[in-house]
C-alpha cells in the first residue's frame, strides 16, 4: 500500500507532457538516464537551477540514496530536498549556456538540456531527464548517427527519433519515464554542441510528424534489414500502424553492404547465371541444356504457401523454391519441368560463401530473378539505416526515403499540410505495369526540403572497404598526383572502393558524397562487420593494440606474451582481433600473434552455454563487463552478439531484448 501511495503521489507531482504540432508548444519526453544502479549520482551545473524554493547557481549537486531516502545536496548551498518519493531540479536559467553535465554510465560523460528528476524506485534511486522534444531529438540524433552524415539522412534520423519517441509518450502517461537513452528505445547522447550538421537537420524538421489514420506512426528503425523490409506485425504481431509500413524488396540495403551475396537470373539468356548455379538446375531438372527460366517462387511455409498477414508467404528465409523451367533433354526434346529445392541446397552448390541469413527469392522484372543471402543487422521492421543512407547518396530526399520504408504513412509539418513525395519505385515486376526495374528520385524541389537533390556519382558494384591509415590522405580526381585535390581525408576514414589503375584505388567517400582516387599503400582492408575466424595467442610482452590498422592510431592497451586472441581478419599487415581477457576488439600488428585453431560456430547471445539465449546470458555479459565473473572462450564469442568484433553493454542490452521477444 505505501509503494502504491508514493507512486500515486509521485504521479501527481510530475506533470503531464504537453503535447502538440506547433513548433512552440514543444513535447516533453521523460528520458530514464543510465546510472548503472548507482547510490550516489554527481551533476555538475552550468547556471541556473531551483529545487523546490531554492535556487543555486553553477557548482555540484549531489544526490544520494539511504534507507529509502533521497538527498539532495549542493557544494556551496548544502542540502536542498530530502525525500522518500521523488524530486526535481528544475531549470531556471533560459540561456544556452544553462546546462547540466552528468558521466552517463553507458554514455560517458554527457551534457543535457532541461530538468533532471531524481526517482525512488522501491529503494533504487533512478534519474529522468525532462527535455523537450526538440532537444531530445538532437541527442537521438546524434546517438544513432555521424554528424558527418548527409543533411536529408539526418532529417530522415530526425522524423523517424520523433515518432518512436511520441508513440512512446502518448503509450505510457502514467510511468515515471517515457524512454531509455539506449538501444531499449532509442540511443540518447544529450546535447552534443559540436554535432552543428545534426543541430541544424533537427531545427529544419523536428516539427514534422509521420501519421496514419490520424495518428501518429511509430516508426521503427534497424540498422539493415539484409534486402527484405517487414513490417512490425510480421515481427512481433499486432496491427497497430501496421498499414503504414512497407513490406518488401529493398535494394537500397543491399547496396550498402559488400557482404550480401545476390544471383541474378536472366530466364531469356539463363546460360548467363551463375555457373555452379546453371549446374545444380540442370542436375535438378534432369537435362542437358536450360532454354529458358519461366517461373520462380520462393514460399516462408511450404504448409501454407498462400501465406499470412503475419507470415507473407515470400518472407524470408524462405524454406523452399518453386522453379519451372524449358529444358532440352539428352536427345535434344524442348520439354517444360518444375521441381522444388530448399535455398540450402542452392547455398551449398552455388553460393556456399554466403554469410547473410535473410535469404528469399524477388522476381525483379519479366524474365528475371534474384536469389538474395542478405546481412541484417538488428529487428528488421521498418527503416533501414543503411538503406536510407544509400537512398539520399543517390539522391533522394527526406521525404522521398520516408515514403519508400512507410508507404501508408503521410508527413504532416506543424501546421497540419502534408508534405508529399514524388518519386516512383518500380524494383520488382509485380510493382506496377513497368516490367523493367526503375527508380526515379523526386524532379523537384520538396516541401521541407531546401532543394530538389541530384544524384552523387555512388559507385557500382562496389568490393568491399577500405580505412585510411595515413595520418592525412588527398582524395584525387584521377589515379595520380597530377590530378586535382577533391580533398584532404582523415585517419580513420572508411571508403568504399569501386575500382582500381595500379597502385590507385577509386573510392566512394560517404561523408562528402565524392568518388575519387587514392593511393593503395595509405589504405587497408576494413570489414564493417566482422566475423572471428580463428584463435591465436600473443608471442611478445608489451604488444601495443591500437583503434586502427596502423601506428598512425591510438593505443588502446598491451597484452603480453600467452594472452589469447579471436583473429577476425589481416587488415594490410595488421590483424583485427578481439582480446579474450576483456571482450574488447582492436588491431595488432600481425607478427605478434601466432595462429591457432579455427573458432566454433557458436549461438549468437548464448554466453553461459545453456542452449538458449535467456536473460541470464546479457547478465552474465554485464558481471563480465564490470569484472564480477568470467565467460568461457566459446561463450565470449557468444557474448558478441551484435557482431561489432567488441562485447560491451550494447551486447548484453541486445540479448536482452531478444530473450524477451523485441528483437
Not at 558521466?103 to 529522468?128: E, S
Amino acid at each position: 500500500m505505501k509503494r502504491m501511495l508514493c507512486l500515486l503521489l509521485c504521479i501527481l507531482m510530475l506533470p503531464i507532457a504537453f503535447r502538440s504540432a506547433r513548433a512552440e508548444e514543444e513535447t516533453t519526453v521523460r528520458v530514464l538516464l543510465s546510472t548503472n544502479g548507482a547510490d550516489t549520482l554527481t551533476v555538475r551545473l552550468s547556471g541556473k537551477y531551483a529545487v523546490g524554493s531554492k535556487t543555486v547557481t553553477g557548482g555540484i549537486v549531489t544526490a544520494k540514496i539511504k534507507d529509502g531516502t533521497i538527498t539532495l545536496s549542493h557544494s556551496s548551498a548544502g542540502v536542498l530536498k530530502t525525500t522518500d518519493t521523488v524530486t526535481r531540479l528544475r531549470r531556471v536559467g533560459t540561456d544556452a549556456s544553462t546546462i547540466l553535465t552528468f558521466d552517463n554510465a553507458k554514455h560517458g560523460t554527457r551534457k543535457y538540456y532541461g530538468d533532471f528528476v531524481f526517482y525512488n524506485d522501491g529503494g533504487t534511486m533512478r534519474l529522468i531527464n525532462y527535455v523537450g522534444m526538440r532537444q531530445y531529438l538532437y541527442g537521438v540524433v546524434s546517438g544513432e548517427l555521424s554528424d558527418s552524415s548527409k543533411p536529408d539522412f539526418l532529417k530522415v534520423e530526425t522524423i523517424c527519433a520523433k515518432g518512436f519517441a511520441l508513440a512512446e509518450v502518448e503509450a505510457r502517461k502514467s510511468k515515471y519515464f517515457d524512454v531509455y537513452d539506449t538501444t531499449t528505445s532509442q540511443l540518447y547522447y544529450g546535447f552534443v554542441a559540436e554535432d552543428r550538421n545534426t543541430i541544424a537537420a533537427v531545427d529544419a524538421v523536428w516539427d514534422q510528424t509521420l501519421r496514419y489514420n490520424g495518428k501518429t506512426v511509430k516508426t521503427y528503425y534497424s540498422t539493415a534489414n539484409g534486402g527484405q523490409a517487414i513490417t512490425p506485425r510480421v515481427r512481433w504481431g499486432g496491427s497497430s500502424n501496421d498499414g503504414a509500413y512497407w513490406f518488401g524488396y529493398d535494394p537500397f540495403d543491399l547496396l550498402g553492404s559488400s557482404k550480401n551475396t545476390v544471383l541474378t537470373i536472366d530466364g531469356k539468356t539463363p546460360k548467363n547465371m551463375n555457373a555452379a548455379l546453371y549446374a545444380f538446375l540442370l542436375s535438378k531438372a534432369d537435362a542437358k541444356e536450360i532454354v529458358s527460366v519461366d517461373r520462380l517462387v520462393g514460399v516462408y511455409d511450404p504448409s501454407n504457401p498462400s501465406g499470412t498477414a503475419r507470415y507473407p508467404s515470400e518472407l524470408a528465409p524462405q524454406k523452399r523454391w518453386d522453379w519451372t523451367l524449358t529444358v532440352k533433354d539428352s536427345a535434344g526434346t524442348r520439354k517444360q519441368v518444375s521441381f522444388s529445392c530448399t535455398p540450402a541446397e542452392v547455398k551449398s552448390a552455388a553460393a556456399s560463401a554466403a554469410t547473410g541469413s535473410v535469404c528469399f527469392a524477388v522476381h525483379t522484372a519479366k524474365t528475371e530473378w534474384k536469389l538474395v543471402w542478405g546481412v541484417s543487422s538488428g529487428h528488421r521492421a521498418g527503416l533501414s539505416h543503411r538503406g536510407a543512407g544509400q537512398m539520399v547518396k543517390k539522391g533522394y530526399s527526406y521525404v522521398d526515403v520516408l515514403k519508400f520504408y512507410y508507404r501508408g504513412a503521410t508527413l504532416f509539418d506543424a501546421d497540419g499540410n502534408a508534405i508529399e513525395s514524388n518519386a516512383t519505385f518500380h524494383f520488382t515486376y509485380e510493382d506496377g505495369d513497368d516490367p523493367e526495374p526503375s527508380a526515379t528520385p523526386a524532379p523537384t524541389a520538396t516541401p521541407g526540403s531546401s532543394a530538389a537533390p541530384t544524384a552523387a556519382p555512388t559507385p557500382i558494384g562496389a568490393d568491399y572497404d577500405v580505412i585510411v591509415t595515413a595520418a592525412s590522405l588527398n582524395l584525387r580526381e584521377g589515379p595520380g598526383t597530377v590530378y586535382a585535390v577533391i580533398r584532404e581525408l582523415s585517419l580513420g576514414t572508411i571508403l568504399w572502393v569501386s575500382g582500381e589503375s595500379g597502385e590507385w584505388r577509386r573510392v566512394y567517400d560517404e561523408a562528402s558524397g565524392r568518388t575519387g582516387w587514392v593511393h593503395g599503400d595509405s589504405v587497408s582492408y576494413y570489414e564493417r562487420e566482422p566475423k572471428p575466424r580463428w584463435e591465436g595467442v600473443c608471442n611478445a610482452d608489451d604488444s601495443n593494440l591500437r583503434t586502427g590498422p596502423s601506428t598512425n592510431f591510438n593505443k588502446y592497451w598491451a597484452i603480453n606474451k600467452g594472452d589469447p586472441v579471436y583473429v577476425y581478419y589481416q587488415s594490410g599487415k595488421w590483424y583485427r582481433i578481439m582480446d579474450r581477457n576483456t571482450g574488447q576488439g582492436a588491431f595488432i600488428w600481425k607478427n605478434y600473434i601466432t595462429r591457432g585453431a579455427e573458432v566454433p560456430d557458436v549461438t549468437p547471445g548464448d554466453a553461459n552455454g545453456s542452449g538458449d539465449v535467456t536473460a541470464a546470458d546479457a547478465a552474465l555479459v554485464l558481471r563480465f563487463l564490470v569484472q564480477l565473473s568470467d565467460i568461457c572462450d566459446e561463450g565470449l564469442l557468444a557474448a558478441d552478439y551484435t557482431r561489432d568484433g567488441t562485447v560491451d553493454a550494447s551486447d548484453a542490452a541486445a540479448i536482452l531484448r531478444h530473450a524477451v521477444g523485441l528483437e
